[in-house]
């Protein structure tokens, strides 16, 4: 597995992915039936941010991540990101790996912290991976996301020192 920078080229690999998982509505506050412009100018987000991919030999997108600052002007050494896994390639730390690429990314911009303002707390297998990654809690919304089947569930605000 290769994690590159993410081109243009790779948004057909991406989307189908990014579909699946926003429609499903668990894990992601964006709305459900976001339209393919909407989601791709979202996620391949323009400099200082940065997208990045996952490929495995054959070129094939198996993960995607993108990072922004968080807050704009004094809030801007704080970093934002987002990441997503293909389903087919779930449970093969490929999200480990990205999670860690993405934070020595950040480090090597300059961030001085990472910070998730919506980790849905019943997304556990998430909850798990950024603990382990060293994120702690710093926060959390109560009810602050509708869950498909569990109705309103928590929303977590994780951060990272870097």
């Known amino acids: ?84 896994v293909a ?3 779930a449970g093969q730390g490929i999200g480990r790996a990205l999670g860690a690429y993405v934070l020595d990314l ?8 990472m910070q998730f303002n919506a980790v849905v707390a019943t997304n556990t297998r998430a909850v798990a991976l950024w603990r382990s990654l060293g994120f702690d809690v710093v926060g959390r919304i109560p009810d602050g996301f509708r869950h498909p089947t569990q109705g309103h569930v928590d929303l977590l605000v994780m951060y990272q020192r870097l």
């Open 1 to 84: 597995m290769q994690i590159r920078t993410a081109t243009a080229g790779d948004w057909p690999g991406i989307w189908p992915f990014l579909r699946e998982i926003v429609s499903a509505g668990d894990t992601y506050t964006w709305p459900r039936d976001i339209d393919e412009t909407r989601a791709r100018d979202m996620w391949l987000v323009p400099p200082p941010g940065r997208t990045v991919v996952a490929v495995d030999d054959d070129g094939t997108v198996l993960a995607s991540a993108k990072m922004t600052p968080n807050q704009l002007g004094p809030g801007d050494h704080v970093a934002n990101a987002s990441f997503m």
């Open 87 to 89: 389903p087919a390639a």
């Open 106 to 113: 950040a480090r090597t911009d300059g961030y001085h912290a």
